[in-house]
């Protein structure tokens, strides 16, 4: 079992700045992929970022590329999301997952990932 609670959202004028994290408990951290997604009012969970084990390979999808940044601290049993440039359409509930039977954090669907945190509030206005 892998227990994932996030923290760090709110709310943000747009251009502006929110780092998310997520601090995982239970079973070894180090060993498994982690994501982040979001889901905006009325539409469906999407991928966001992901980062291999190591923090050595990161995958964005194209809408955030350049603008936000995945990352971790094994040490901590933390994962970041940093967020940079933001923009009014990245308002959304930002939630944390872990995969750890994930072969490639280039598979992006919501069903490899097994665990979920309860979600971050992310408002950016206009």
């Known amino acids: 079992q892998v227990q994932l609670v996030e923290s760090g959202g709110g709310l943000v004028q747009a251009g502006g700045s929110l780092r998310l994290s997520c601090e995982a408990s239970?079973?070894?951290?180090?060993?498994?992929?982690m994501g982040w997604f979001r889901q905006a009012p009325g539409k469906e969970r999407e991928f966001v970022a992901a980062?291999?084990?190591?923090?050595?390979?990161?995958n964005y999808a194209d809408s955030v590329k350049g603008r936000f940044t995945i990352s971790r601290d094994n040490a901590k049993k933390t994962v970041y999301l940093q967020m940079n440039s933001l923009k009014h359409e990245d308002t959304a509930v930002y939630y944390c997952?872990?995969?750890?039977?994930?072969?490639?954090?280039?598979?992006?669907?919501?069903?490899?990932?097994?665990?979920w945190g309860q979600g971050a509030r992310v408002t950016v206005s206009p």
């Open positions: 239970g079973r070894t951290f180090s060993s498994v992929a």
């Open positions: 980062i291999n084990w190591s923090g050595g390979r990161t």
């Open positions: 997952a872990a995969a750890p039977g994930i072969t490639s954090i280039y598979r992006t669907a919501r069903s490899e990932y097994d665990y």
